[in-house]
């Protein structure tokens, strides 16, 4: 867009009548206090406001002893299973776990080899994009972002759908398991056109194999030489079926409950959810993990001196430190208090692939962080529950060791997240029938109106 002398005034204008928009628009923070008014849809004790029921997935935080609620080692169930327990079934037997995951959440049982193979083949079957997509959507308009590339593509998707407003559930899991299938091709081709377009790199343009999982189809099509180790291939699949479902709660989840709810359509509801995860409070964070951890390497020149460790931490909560933000990233969790089961999985496959790697120097850094960050926290902050690792603490440590590129970090928990998305869309449709539509107070004040001249 060209930028002439009249579009740099009106900037100028713009910015001066921002400053009037925000005096004009702040509350008393003491307001809400005063109404009751559930900020982000929690209580004081950051315990989520219940606006829904659902059957897909459920986090335990806590147990009952006694009559009384006391904080526990957090658990995760899909559709009632526990998730150490899908987890440990499929590694031990040496089997790809996202498309068995897949099948869960969508049709609320364990498949047994005759339905896996169905599911299998009907995502092999969907893993292709219309005639020309990737040069006429995904090409023609790079970008370095690449959440907005994939919204954009899935918003573009409607018009290719023959049937694209039809919600009844047959055609909407039909476009659902179109989605969770080509959407490791959209991330990956996206990135492939950014990388050429914006950084003058090679293009590579690979076809997937319909016969592989969707963690093999990400490294096949990301890789030059489609070449990546088993044990490669089988942490990723690790990390999508962690990242896969977490509740109706989370922001995404919950957009798409509300979006869905309005009985707009599937690609709709879809990059809402997109959208929504692309905010930085909600994904992303194994990326500033990952830049965090990069400026630790830089000001603690020994990584097993664990004072110089506390005082790097001390100054990121004194602001003084990496972004200052005051935020120890991959720390805490809004719902888990003594540890996050999904860290727990993921940081034994991270422990396997350091040492594959030949990274476990790194891997014991990431470690003493995971430890000492909580008595740090403990020790600068009042806060009224405990602190643990998150998922996003060592993923993003994952994904580099497997040269994953940090654009595509947030994309890859798109990738396994919108197999719950299309579970909780699916769940609204079929017991919703109500448009979600909370309530705000209106604080203003009644004025009289003035004719423009005596304003």
């Known amino acids: 867009m060209p930028k002439d002398l009249a579009y740099y005034e009106t900037n100028k204008r713009i910015n001066k009548l921002s400053q009037k928009l925000v005096n004009n628009s ?3 923070k003491e307001l809400y206090s005063k109404y009751d008014v559930k900020r982000g849809l929690r209580d004081i004790d950051g315990k989520g406001v219940l606006t829904g029921l659902t059957d897909i997935s459920e986090i335990q935080q806590n147990r009952i002893i006694d009559g009384k609620t006391v904080p526990a080692d957090g658990m995760l169930f899909y559709r009632g299973y526990n998730i150490n327990d899908i987890v440990n079934g499929f590694a031990t037997e040496e089997r790809f776990g996202f498309e068995e995951v897949v099948h869960l959440l969508l049709f609320g049982e364990m498949p047994n080899e005759k339905q896996l193979e169905e599911t299998k083949s009907i995502l092999g079957a969907y893993r292709t994009l219309p005639s020309n997509f990737v040069r006429d959507v995904i090409m023609k308009a790079p970008s ?19 049937n694209p407003n039809d919600t009844s559930i047959s055609n909407v899991l039909r476009q659902c398991m179109q989605l969770i299938s080509v ?3 959209l ?10 377009y914006l950084r003058n790199q090679s293009l590579f343009i690979h076809v997937p194999d319909p016969k592989k999982s969707t963690a ?9 030489d489609q070449k990546y ?13 962690l990242h896969a479902e977490h509740g109706g709660g989370n922001n995404s989840t919950f957009t798409t409950h509300v979006v869905t709810s309005s009985g707009t359509d599937t690609y709709s509801a879809i990059s809402a959810a997109l959208c929504s995860l692309k905010g930085p409070k909600h994904g992303g964070a194994n990326v500033r993990v990952s830049k965090m951890f990069e400026d630790l390497k830089i000001n603690v020149r020994d990584w097993e001196d664990e004072d110089a460790i506390r005082k790097y931490l001390t100054d990121i909560l004194d602001k003084k430190a990496f972004d200052r933000s005051g935020l120890i990233y991959g720390m805490g969790h809004a719902v888990y208090t003594i540890s996050d089961p999904r860290a727990r999985i993921l940081k034994n496959f991270t422990g396997k692939l350091a040492a594959a790697k030949g990274l476990e120097d790194e891997y014991e850094l990431y470690s003493r962080v995971e430890r000492l960050a909580p008595e740090v926290i403990g020790q600068k902050k009042h806060i009224y529950k405990g602190v643990s690792a998150n998922v996003d603490f060592y993923s993003g440590f994952i994904y580099s060791m497997l040269g994953l590129p940090t ?33 705000y107070m209106s604080i203003s004040t009644h004025k009289d109106y003035k004719k423009l001249a005596d304003r």
């Open 187 to 196: 991330s990956v081709y996206g990135y492939q056109a950014y990388n050429h």
């Open 144 to 162: 370095a972002d690449m959440m907005n590339t994939l919204a954009r593509s899935v918003l573009t998707l409607y018009g290719y759908d023959s």
């Open 216 to 224: 093999e189809i990400v490294l096949e099509l990301l890789r030059p």
């Open 229 to 241: 180790t088993d044990l490669e291939a089988r942490v990723l699949d690790m990390a999508l079926v």
């Open 407 to 439: 654009e595509l970090y947030t994309p890859l928990f798109a990738i396994a997240r919108i197999a719950g998305w299309s579970a909780h869309r699916m769940e609204e449709l079929i017991n919703g029938n109500k448009i979600i539509r909370p309530a």
């Open 183 to 185: 959407f490791p091709l």
């Open 26 to 28: 702040v509350i008393d």
